[in-house]
């Protein structure tokens, strides 16, 4: 089945409604519904997300929390969306092994910020009130060691994470490193910003990582969701041929609009592997990026026969409930690779924004109040979203 495309040749842009539907659309950027009004005066308190209680039956309320004040070599920024990534559900709940985000002091967590630089620090220079700017994962890195020089800071030793150890992007106003803070260009909606902070940045990282050429099938299993969705579009625009395997009406026709080939509904289908393999010339996809948690049981299976397949993980499941392996044999006689992407670099964040500003990569989101936060929270840990969810600090 063909996706569908605007005129100029790329998918259209998918707008979120509040009613939790996703609908063909104009883009936001005719009619931004956030201009990013400079303020005179900055607010002492402000809305944000927080979890008032970890572990597995967390909750999450939205309260007023003071604002915070920029130090010398820092940006405060008023965010006017920010993404919502399963990782905060992880963070929250504390089933990675990671410090509790209570260790930190830290009550709100997101890393999918875009908003406005309303105050810098006596020491900042390059960057001024009225900038837009967007606030990612990584919050800071020492900026001085191997791994920093050469675009894997999140692994740094003293990588400083946004909604984990600093608080995060569902809290409007937020603090951040200005030598390390992404600008966002213009052409470039918040709605749409604001995801590619983590979701789109961490796939366009996987992708290059794999190294697969123009032509190669690559498998998403789990591709409708909100990381997912947006592989698929970057994975189209390099050339690759995407398989979707997810289910419902919802998501067999966004994956498509996006530019899949080919969707598996894995509710429908008889034998998902064999259909996949089938579809990929009856031997196997070149790559597959697991992108949901619940989606790794198959994934090395998507390789079939395929001499030298990747298998690239990005979806995180609870400690000690998924192994991911198979006999050394299949390792070495056909070369299988598998390997695992945390969030993208400074310059994949950069990368994907370009795919935006260039068209290669639409907004398929559902919008929300921040009052519908929790809920939205909720529909999440559910599976219930399709695409991205974001929220609106500013309805």
Not at 225 to 252: F, W
Request: glycine share 12%; charged share 20%; with cysteine.
């Amino acid at each position: 089945m063909a996706a569908s495309t605007s005129a100029s040749g790329h998918p259209p842009p998918l707008l979120g409604r509040q009613d939790g539907t996703v609908g063909v659309g104009t883009s936001p950027q005719d009619s931004n519904p956030n201009p990013n009004p400079v303020f005179d005066t900055i607010p002492r308190e402000c809305k944000a997300g927080v979890c008032v209680r970890e572990g597995p039956d967390f909750q999450v309320r939205v309260e007023q929390v003071p604002v915070p004040e920029p130090g010398p070599d820092e940006l405060l920024i008023r965010l006017n969306v920010t993404g919502i990534c399963y990782s905060d559900i992880h963070f929250m709940q504390g089933d990675l092994d990671l410090p509790a985000m209570s260790t930190f002091g830290v009550r709100s967590p997101g890393h999918e910020g875009a908003g406005v630089v309303v105050k810098i620090g006596s020491k900042v220079q390059n960057w001024k009130v009225g900038d837009r700017a967007g606030l990612k994962p990584v919050w800071d890195t020492c900026g001085s060691c191997d791994l920093c020089w050469t675009g894997r800071e999140a692994f740094c030793e003293k990588s400083i994470h946004a909604g984990l150890m600093k608080p995060g992007s569902y809290q409007q106003y937020v603090l951040s490193p200005a030598r390390y803070t992404a600008p966002i260009p213009d052409g470039v909606d918040d709605y749409t910003a604001a995801p590619i902070m983590c979701s789109a940045s961490t796939v366009h990282r996987s992708l290059v990582e794999s190294r697969l050429r123009p032509g190669q099938w690559v498998a998403f299993p789990g591709g409708g969701g909100g990381v997912g969705i947006q592989g698929v579009q970057i994975a189209k625009a390099m050339g690759l041929r995407p398989i979707v395997i997810d289910t419902g009406k919802t998501k067999r026709e966004l994956s498509l609009t996006c530019g899949a080939e080919h969707f598996v509904d894995f509710k429908e289908s008889e034998d998902v592997v064999a259909q996949v393999i089938q579809l990929a010339d009856g031997i196997g996809v070149h790559g597959v990026i697991v992108t949901a948690p619940n989606a790794y049981a198959d994934a090395i299976a998507m390789v079939g026969k395929r001499i030298s397949g990747k298998v690239m993980c990005i979806g995180l499941p609870p400690k000690g409930t998924v192994h991911l392996g198979c006999e050394p044999s299949k390792y070495c006689f056909q070369n299988l690779t598998i390997s695992g992407t945390l969030v993208g670099s400074m310059h994949d964040i950069a990368c994907a924004l370009d795919f935006a500003r260039r068209g290669l990569l639409s907004p398929i989101h559902t919008v929300y109040g921040i009052d519908q936060l929790p809920e939205v929270v909720e529909m999440l840990k559910n599976g219930q979203i399709a695409g991205r969810a974001v929220i609106d600090f500013n309805r």
